[in-house]
């Protein structure tokens, strides 16, 4: 007789990627390849755990064929666990669709299955199906605001029993936070490679030449109304390799944060979550909002979005127009008509 599906309690969606737990099916979806690779990872680990000797096979389902789970799944001659992990199912072949589904309908004791879907609607039949027996379901999405970025840094730090300053979290994500992988790496390296409480200092000394030539410090520069300062700053980052579209971009990101924080300024109830900013990052703009007047505020916004059309086509000479917008915004500072 073939072996009745195991029960599994109805499981929340979304779980992140160091709270998942071994199941018989599992699975892990979402864009940001990092998250993912965790979470296949932690399963691997739990699997060896639960069982030295487990046997481990990847099935690719771009190129996948009827019958290869059943084969791989079917009972081992010595008795060892067996974890299948399919890769790319978000390129799943009818066949790997159609054996899953079957496969879905008696899950075997003796066998973990993963599947990494890394994003789209391709199998969405199977997804759901998967989410609906109530296995889990690990949401890897990417990370885009900084708020999140930091949040991530923060939990690496954490799980490693490592303390680290506000200030520092920042400094990385400014620095490496582009891309979450290299994020990641930074923070792994911090860890191995210092003692003690990491601060911004800490930061400084290791990534220090990529934290000034960022857009953000030009930006921070520029909102603190040094002309000088932030001009020496873009030139500098232009240099090694920032162009002036990411420098623009980080100016108005900076502005858009210091308008929602000032348009609720004096206002109470009001949560970090609501303005979509991390705490620091609302702190930060309370304090930088000093010497700021609402007609300043427009007057640098209105510059920058011109500058973001001229750095992107509009204009002859982008790195001219970003260092424009950079004067402007320094100028608008402290600006009272």
């Known amino acids: 007789m073939p072996p009745t599906r195991r029960k599994t309690a109805a499981a929340p969606p979304g779980l992140s990627w160091d709270q998942v737990e071994l199941a018989p099916v599992v699975l892990v979806r979402g864009t940001e390849g990092l998250l993912a690779d965790r979470a296949v990872d932690r399963l691997l680990d739990q699997a060896r755990q639960a069982d030295p000797e487990v046997e481990v096979t990847r099935l690719e389902a771009a190129v996948y064929e009827h019958g290869h789970l059943e084969m791989v799944a079917s009972p081992s001659l010595f008795g060892e ?6 890769e790319g199912a978000e390129s799943m072949t009818d066949a790997l669709l159609d054996d899953v589904l079957v496969y879905l309908r008696a ?37 885009k605001r900084d708020g999140d970025k930091a949040d991530f840094v923060r939990a690496d730090f954490r799980r490693a029993r490592r303390r680290v300053d506000a ?16 994020l990641g790496a930074a923070t792994s390296q911090l860890i191995a490679d210092t003692t003690g409480t990491i601060t911004a200092d800490t930061v400084l000394r290791y990534y220090g030449g990529r934290v000034e030539a960022t857009g953000f410090k030009v930006a921070d520069a520029a909102v603190a109304g040094h002309a000088g300062e932030a001009v020496a700053m873009l030139r500098h980052a232009v240099a090694t390799g920032t162009g ?74 982008p790195v001219f127009a970003a260092e424009r917008a950079v004067l402007k915004v320094a100028a608008a500072h402290g600006r009272r008509h």
């Open 167 to 182: 200030e520092a979290v920042q400094a990385l994500v400014e620095a490496v936070g582009a891309d979450l992988r290299e």
């Open 107 to 143: 899950v075997p004791d003796d066998v973990w299955l993963v599947l990494r879907h890394n994003g789209g609607t391709r199998g969405k039949k199977l997804l759901d199906a998967i989410g609906a027996a109530g296995y889990p379901v690990v949401a890897c999405e990417s990370l």
């Open 81 to 86: 666990r067996r974890m299948v992990v399919v």
């Open 244 to 317: 002036p579209v990411p420098i623009v971009a980080a100016l108005a990101v900076k502005l858009r944060t210091l308008a929602k924080v000032a348009a609720v300024r004096g206002r109470s109830g009001v949560s970090a979550g609501e303005l979509g900013l991390a705490p620091w990052q609302i702190d930060r703009a309370r304090r930088e909002l000093d010497g700021w007047t609402p007609e300043g505020l427009a007057q640098a916004i209105t510059a920058v979005a011109a500058a973001d059309a001229e750095v992107k086509g509009l204009g002859r000479d």
